[in-house]
């Protein structure tokens, strides 16, 4: 079945140090995918999505292309701050059905 | 503008104790209704889901249920909660009309439980 590996963590960088989540997934589809961020105490938010090969979804400075022959979605930024420590969660959705199958989450910790 | 809402926001309840979490969705009709539990320092369980009234699926099987009296209402509930019940509780929707090709899940905040 599908199914959706992150890289472990937490992830602890310093203030404007580059940051890169690895999402891979297997489908036999063509999903869609999703990065989703989590702040402490919150639910989750829907940070950027891509549905098609070489899309890329871009916000709040966060990147990830979706790369069909890696079947690959990191999760990229520039510049971290610290507002930006939260867990990360890599997801891709089927289009024949309407769940999500998700990754297990990274925490990503940013130091002043 | 679509928004949901659960409730309580956290609750502390004794093992044994009967357990009910509210979700409701504003600004949209006919919305697939989700529940999820988020276990400390992990990922998200699928735990049931909706397509209409009346109508839930049941991901795992375990002393929860879940039922959907009307539209934009679904509700979680237990009739003796065990300690591993503890968890961070999310309800999501998503909207069929507005897919667009992506299937796109609104969260609510979540209902922190935690049994004694």
């Known amino acids: 079945g599908d199914s959706v590996t992150q890289m472990e963590g937490p992830v602890t960088l310093s203030e404007e140090a580059f940051l890169t989540i690895n999402c891979t997934y297997t489908?036999?589809?063509?999903?869609?995918l999703f990065w989703y961020v989590q702040y402490p105490g919150e639910g989750l938010q829907l940070l950027l999505k891509?549905?098609?090969a070489d899309d890329k979804g871009s916000n709040k400075g966060f990147e990830a292309t979706y790369r069909k022959e890696t079947t690959s979605f990191h999760l990229e930024k520039g510049s971290v701050q610290v507002s930006d420590s939260a867990v990360y969660f890599c997801a891709l959705s089927d289009p024949s059905n309407y769940q999500l199958i998700w990754g297990a989450g990274t925490k990503l910790i940013i130091k002043p | 503008s679509q928004t949901i809402h659960q409730w309580p926001a956290t609750l502390v309840q004794p093992v044994g104790s009967p357990l009910s979490l509210e979700c409701t969705v504003e600004?949209?009709?006919?919305?697939?209704l989700y529940w999820y539990r988020q276990a400390a320092g992990r990922g998200l369980q699928l735990l049931f889901y909706s397509v209409g009234i009346g109508q839930i699926s049941s991901e795992v099987p375990q002393n929860l249920s879940a039922s959907r009296p009307q539209d934009r209402q679904f509700i979680l509930s237990s009739k003796k909660l065990l300690l591993s019940d503890s968890g961070f509780y999310l309800c999501?929707?998503?909207?069929?009309?507005?897919?667009?090709?992506?299937?796109?899940?609104?969260f609510g905040a979540g209902s922190r439980l935690t049994v004694l």
């Open positions: 600004g949209t009709s006919n919305p697939n």
């Open positions: 489908a036999t589809g063509y999903p869609s």
């Open positions: 891509a549905t098609k």
């Open positions: 999501a929707w998503l909207n069929l009309r507005r897919l667009s090709g992506a299937n796109v899940l609104t």
